[in-house]
């Protein structure tokens, strides 16, 4: 069976991207054929439709408009597919077979147009090369130029992709099979090889080898990292100029917070996004977002997730935070004049790969504008941080003016069709441009000219793209058409004609149309080639920003919050008065009532903290892990005062969490978590554990939470600090034994209309427990309750427990039914008594009795 050209060009550009999805520009459309379209066409909702190529040949078709394909692009990606996008080379008709290229191809982990990107995330590409106890990562935001580097230990991977978020993981294809749960792409074993990386790195970054970068001595993490840029530029098409540097990731450096716990305290996301339709209302991050740019929203989500261990580090954060805060004219202008920047960073990701467009360009050069301003507002800084920006932020005049010249401020989104360049600028176009215009002005008025020479009052000049320039002349003044008119084209009513002078005229506007265009073209490359050379310094500016938008974001909150500076130290206590949890105050409609924290290594190492359901034990454990993180990334705390001694992981272990998906049940999902924090904890570290034990019979529980506390108060290697919300009772005998084993208690009070919470935490463990009281306030059927209360003490007795049968008539269980004297009388314990207790409480009875009769 022969194949028709189209069809011949097309199988031979798809055998390069078998694992892609080719989208085939013909004319208007990108199509897909055969197997592509029946995938596309299935998972989008396209229609299948079938074309003829040839003799008994019908080929599967689907097809998106030209105009279309960002949004395309984005259901693809969504979809999980990598996209080969092939367009036409050349105008139609100059031969046989319109040349065409696949220009790019986009996978999750490669998009650069800025509709595939989350504005306020990063879109990371992780490449993976394992290793026997060590793990060799690499990972790269082509739209920002960020490119990171690390060695983890096998344990940890998971972990690190859980924090990372790629968008897309590519491994060795020997090393396949192997789940990591984003979107991966098996790439041949010499991609990942040593040599084949190192060379790579080496020509990339232009430099005789790799110790500049302290990467050196990180052969696996190498071997990663040569991938990603093998991959990058394989889909880009382009060289990465953008990628600079590519710096060590040091995860010890940060706040470890693992996996669960990121969930557990809903730090970027909630737990049930279902929640809220706005996945982000409820998080720490949506509290502490003030930022103005998306490269301040970016950077801000990272300080969240890597809080910092250096002491000075995170005092350098606080001093230039207080500056700002303290100084409500900064505050403003500064909040104004970052107002005025966007997305810089990936505007000059584009530029250095050749892919921004005009108004890319005006947009760069007005967020440059904004450099002297921010450098005004920096001008006699105290704090360390801002005044290293101030010294640091450049001179962008000679840019910023090179594009005002250059550029009409509002240019249009295609770069070959003119109307770029600003006039005054080239000589060259100027020129062109005029001689166009005259051209076209001559033409203009021929129409005149040539009705006074022929008396024919309607002839008309006119254009259309199929022979351009005519004139015509309708059909009852055929007569007067003169001889050197060539006749072109007989219509309904009228005949049109070219004649010499019309096709020269007509030549010069089209001639100089073609040149402007390209001239334009031409002039518009130039420059961005030119702002190319300043990327470095555009990208260096451009980080700054980010950090000056977080400072001044978390200045925001600590003002409009009422928060606290906390004092960082190495010691090992923490102190916080009047703590408030920075997310449920600001959602609550009740006052929030504040409590204090003390936790210390000698005598309040472990928490254990009662209190009935509702009172606030949850709550409060959440708020303690969300001060030190938040004490830690540099921001102020809710507090009235703090004293943290820097904490170097936090674990948590909160509520039911079952993790279906990989077929673990409560229980075991539970203990897993559980034996995580007790194997990985250290004496520095913050231990949440809300209710441990629950998901299993009553004494198991309570038996292993009762180890559990033991054990991390026992165990001479470690001492982590650990606040542990119980309902089980029993287990606060364990402060008898302990030393340093605390009870706290949330108080609640019962009322005449049900159980009063005081939100109080106090010293001592709670007296009872109020689950009855609480079920009432859910609105259980009140048989329910009445039910459930007849049977505590009978369980907490120990004694057999007969079925009640549920009927409406209320005499069938007269056994059962207590009146409210008997229930009374239940509660009394009569050894607690003095004698005049008794006569008090048999008078009161007697008075009950005898309003009842
Ligand atoms: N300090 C506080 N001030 C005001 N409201 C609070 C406070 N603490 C908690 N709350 C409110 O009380 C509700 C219940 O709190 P929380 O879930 O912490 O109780 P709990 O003691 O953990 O209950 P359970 O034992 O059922 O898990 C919260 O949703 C919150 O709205
Ligand atoms: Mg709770």
């Given amino acids: 069976m022969s194949l028709t050209p189209l069809l011949e060009q097309y199988h031979r550009i798809k055998q390069k991207y078998r694992d892609t999805i080719l989208l085939f520009q013909v004319g208007d459309f990108y199509e897909m054929f055969y197997d592509d379209a029946k995938i596309v066409a299935r998972a989008l909702g396209l229609t299948l439709t079938a074309r003829s190529h040839g003799k008994d040949n019908k080929v599967p078709l689907a097809g998106i408009p030209v105009k279309a394909l960002d949004t395309y692009l984005e259901r693809l990606l969504a979809c999980g597919f990598r996209v080969a996008i092939c367009e036409q080379q050349e105008a139609p008709g100059l031969s046989k077979i319109i040349k065409r290229n696949v220009i790019e191809v986009i996978t999750p982990g490669t998009a650069m147009r800025p509709t595939l990107l989350e504005d306020k995330k990063n879109h990371y590409l992780l490449a993976i090369m394992p290793g026997q106890a060590f793990f060799g990562i690499a990972f790269a935001d082509i739209s920002t130029g960020e490119f990171y580097l690390a060695q983890i230990a096998k344990g940890n ?17 020997s090393s396949g099979g192997v789940d990591y749960g984003q979107v991966t792409t098996l790439l041949d074993d010499y991609y990942f090889s040593y040599d084949y990386a190192y060379e790579k790195l080496k020509t990339h970054f232009g430099v005789a080898n790799l110790a500049g970068f302290g990467i050196e001595d990180y052969q696996l993490g190498i071997q990663a990292a040569g991938a990603v840029l093998y991959y990058l530029e394989e889909t880009q098409k382009h060289t ?16 470890f917070i693992d996996r669960m716990t990121r969930k557990n305290l809903e730090l970027t996301e909630r737990l049930n996004p279902q929640a809220s339709p706005d996945f982000k209302k409820g998080t720490l991050l949506s509290i502490l977002d003030h930022t103005k740019t998306p490269i301040g929203a970016r950077l801000l989500r990272k300080w969240l997730l890597s809080p910092l261990l250096e002491v000075t580090k995170i005092k350098e954060r606080q001093q230039a935070v207080c500056e700002i805060a303290k100084n409500s004219f900064l505050l403003k202008d500064l909040s104004d004049t970052l107002t005025q920047i966007g997305d810089m960073e990936r505007i000059a990701s584009r530029v250095a790969c050749e892919r921004a467009n005009a108004r890319d360009l005006i947009a760069l050069k007005n967020f440059l504008k904004q450099a002297p301003a921010i450098k005004n507002l920096l001008v006699g800084s105290a704090s360390t941080l801002l005044k290293d920006f101030y010294h640091r932020i450049g001179d962008f005049t000679p840019i910023t003016e090179r594009i005002e010249k250059t550029l009409v401020e509002e240019p249009p989104l295609a770069l070959t069709e003119g109307g770029l360049i600003r006039t005054g600028y080239s000589c060259e176009l100027d020129k062109t441009r005029n001689l166009c215009h005259n051209a076209k002005k001559y033409i203009a008025e021929l129409q005149e000219k040539e009705r006074r020479l022929t008396g024919i009052p309607n002839l008309k000049v006119n254009y259309n793209s199929v022979f351009g320039y005519y004139i015509e002349v309708t059909k009852s003044y055929l007569s007067l058409v003169p001889k050197h008119y060539l006749r072109k084209q007989t219509v309904a009513s009228a005949e049109r004609y070219i004649t010499p002078e019309l096709k020269e ?5 089209l001639n100089a149309e073609e040149r402007i265009k390209s001239l334009e073209y031409e002039l518009f490359l130039q420059l961005r080639s030119e702002i190319g050379q300043v990327v470095p310094q555009i990208l260096e500016f451009s980080n700054i920003i980010a950090q000056l938008d977080c400072l001044l974001s978390l200045a925001i909150v600590a003002q409009a919050n009422n928060y606290c500076k906390p004092e960082i130290d190495e010691g090992t206590e923490i102190i916080i008065k009047d703590s408030r949890h920075p997310v449920v105050e600001q959602l609550t409609t009740e006052p929030f009532i504040a409590n204090d924290v003390y936790l210390n290594q000698s005598d309040h190492q472990i928490l254990l903290i009662t209190g009935p359901n509702m009172a606030g034990k949850s709550t409060y454990l959440r708020q303690v892990a969300l001060i030190v993180i938040m004490a830690q990334m540099g921001s102020f705390v809710p507090a009235q005062k703090a004293k943290i001694g820097v904490v170097d992981k936090i674990f948590t272990r909160i509520g039911a969490s079952d993790d279906l998906a990989r ?6 999902a539970e203990m897993n978590e559980t034996a995580n924090i007790l194997n990985n904890a250290t004496s520095r570290s913050l231990i949440i554990l809300d209710e441990i034990g629950r998901g299993t019979a009553t004494y198991d529980g309570l038996a292993l939470a009762w ?7 026992q165990n001479p290697s470690f001492q982590p600090k650990t606040l542990f919300a119980t309902h089980y009772h ?3 005998d364990i402060a008898h034994f302990l030393p340093r084993v605390k009870n706290y208690n949330f108080c609640a009070k019962e009322s005449q209309d049900g159980i009063i919470f005081l939100r109080k935490l106090v010293s001592g463990k709670s007296d009872k427990s109020y689950g009855i009281a609480v079920a009432k306030l859910a609105g259980l059927p009140k048989e329910v309750i009445e039910r459930a209360k007849i049977l505590l003490p009978k369980f907490e007795k120990g004694e057999e427990i007969s079925i009640k049968s549920i009927t409406t008539d209320k005499d069938t269980d007269t056994k059962d039914q207590l009146s409210p004297i008997e229930e009374e009388l239940l509660k009394i314990d009569v050894n607690k008594l003095t004698p005049i207790e008794a006569l008090n409480l048999l008078h009161q009875l007697c008075q009950k009795a005898k309003n009842r009769a």
């Fill in 730 to 732: 029993e287990l606060t």
């Fill in 505 to 509: 005229y007509e030549a010069k506007v």
């Fill in 240 to 255: 990465l100029p953008h990628i600079r540097k590519i710096s060590l990731y040091r995860p010890t450096e940060y706040l």
């Fill in 157 to 173: 991977l998971k972990e690190e992709i859980g924090k990372i978020d790629p968008k897309e993981i590519i491994i060795p294809s």
């Fill in 707 to 713: 180890s559990v506390v033991e054990y991390l108060h």
């Fill in 663 to 668: 077929g673990v049940s409560t229980f075991l």
